[in-house]
């Protein structure tokens, strides 16, 4: 049950925080993280391109990324779990490197920036490797790659959760940013070590 509902929680979030960048075509964009932007940049054709790639590539990856993980759809329905697994592979990349080209000018200046970046190159680089584990027929190794690039794709839910509170801890929007910029990924790889770690205990035993 507890599994169970984990599960129907992490769905949930990953649906939510998908969903969220279409706010940005509703309402006006000085508000949350954009609050932050200066004038110039936010009218930078270069930079909307990149921060409209990241966002709305991200968000359909966050959206139909956890239901790779389900059992039952690779059992049942190989063919939907392959469409839906080159889709993501695609929407990650281009968020991934728009991302990174957007990393560049993170509020904080050099601290958020590098988290940031070295984020979507972790992104970018677990995903390739988890489309190219799987083109050679290397399944355990492609689906531990998913696990570490669901983990990084997870980091928009969890910096939307870290985020308030460390703004309410700190008192303070800019330092809670600093700290988020590693806090909303680097706790989510560890968990996918120790995911993908277990895994590997339990196959190496029934063996």
């Known amino acids: 049950m507890v599994k169970k509902g984990l599960w129907i929680l992490l ?3 990953a649906m939510l925080i998908g969903l969220y960048p279409t706010i940005y075509f509703f309402m006006d ?5 954009l609050n932050s932007k200066s004038v110039e940049l936010l009218t930078n054709i270069f930079w909307n391109i990149g921060f409209y790639t990241h966002i709305i590539f991200g968000g359909i990856a ?4 956890w239901t790779q993980f389900s059992p039952k759809m690779r059992k049942r329905r190989m063919a939907l779990h392959r469409k839906l697994g080159k889709v993501y592979v695609v ?18 200046g050099i ?6 970046i070295c ?3 972790i992104w970018f680089y677990t995903t390739l490797k988890a489309y190219l584990y799987i083109k050679r027929g290397e399944v355990e190794q492609h689906q531990k790659m998913m696990v570490y690039s669901y983990a990084a794709c997870f980091a928009a ?14 008192g303070d929007f800019l330092k809670a940013y600093l700290v988020v910029a590693w806090l909303c990924w680097v706790p989510n790889l560890i968990v996918a070590y120790l995911l993908t770690r277990k895994t590997a205990n339990i196959d190496s035993v029934s063996q």
């Open 111 to 116: 601290i958020s920036s590098t988290g940031f």
């Open 119 to 121: 984020l979507g190159i």
């Open 157 to 170: 839910v969890t910096l939307r959760i870290w985020l308030p509170i460390l703004t309410i801890i700190y």
């Open 11 to 13: 769905a949930i979030l």
């Open 29 to 33: 964009r000085k508000f949350g993280l």
């Open 62 to 65: 966050l959206s139909i990324g």
């Open 91 to 108: 929407a990650v990349l281009l968020s991934a490197l728009a991302g990174i080209y957007i990393g560049l000018f993170a509020t904080g």
